[in-house]
C-alpha cells in the first residue's frame, strides 16, 4: 500500500510539470514535430501543457530549429513566419466541504491555457542567416539544463 501511495504521488508530481523538449508521438501531441516542406525549409511546432510558460514554448521551438538545421547539415537559418496557436479554457470550479461541524464551499475561475507555436524556418549552409544554429542550441539547452 506504501509503494502504491508514493507511485501516485509521482505521477502526481511529475503531471503538474512543464512539458519537457522532446519529440510528439503525433502533431497534436506534446513536444515538439517538425516537417520538411521542400530542401532547407521547416515547419516546426511545439506543443505544450497548461504547467508550460508561453517564453519556454518559442525557446523550445527555436532550438528544434536549430537543432533541425544541424541534423540537416545547415549552419544559420531565419524565422519566415510565426504563430502563436495557443488554446485557453475556462471554467469554474464549486464544490462544498463539511468537516468537523463546519460547513463551507467555494466557487472560483480556472483558467487553462495550452501553449502551441509554429515556426517556418528558411535553413542556410552558410552562417549569413539571422539565427546561427550552433550558438542557439547550445544557448537554449544551457538555459533550460537540456543535455
Known amino acids: 500500500m506504501k509503494r502504491l501511495f508514493t507511485v501516485l504521488i ?4 511529475c503531471s503538474a510539470c512543464a512539458t519537457p523538449y522532446k519529440a ?12 520538411l516542406l521542400q530542401p532547407g525549409v521547416y515547419d516546426i511546432t511545439f506543443n505544450a501543457n497548461d504547467e508550460t510558460e508561453i517564453k519556454q514554448v518559442q525557446d523550445f521551438a527555436l532550438l528544434r530549429a536549430a537543432d533541425v538545421c544541424l541534423e540537416n547539415g545547415y549552419q544559420s537559418f531565419s524565422v519566415v513566419n510565426s ?21 463551507f464551499s467555494y466557487s472560483y475561475l480556472v483558467s487553462e491555457t495550452e501553449p502551441k507555436v509554429s515556426i517556418l524556418i528558411q535553413c542556410s549552409p552558410d ?6 544554429a550552433e550558438s542557439v542550441s547550445i544557448n537554449l539547452r544551457k538555459k533550460y539544463k537540456i543535455k
Open 10 to 13: 509521482a505521477a502526481l508530481f
Open 24 to 35: 510528439a508521438s503525433k502533431p497534436t501531441s506534446n513536444g515538439y514535430f517538425d516537417t
Open 83 to 103: 504563430t502563436n496557436n495557443s488554446k485557453t479554457e475556462n471554467g469554474v470550479v464549486t464544490g462544498s466541504n463539511t468537516n468537523n461541524n463546519y460547513s
Open 127 to 132: 552562417k549569413n542567416l539571422f539565427f546561427d
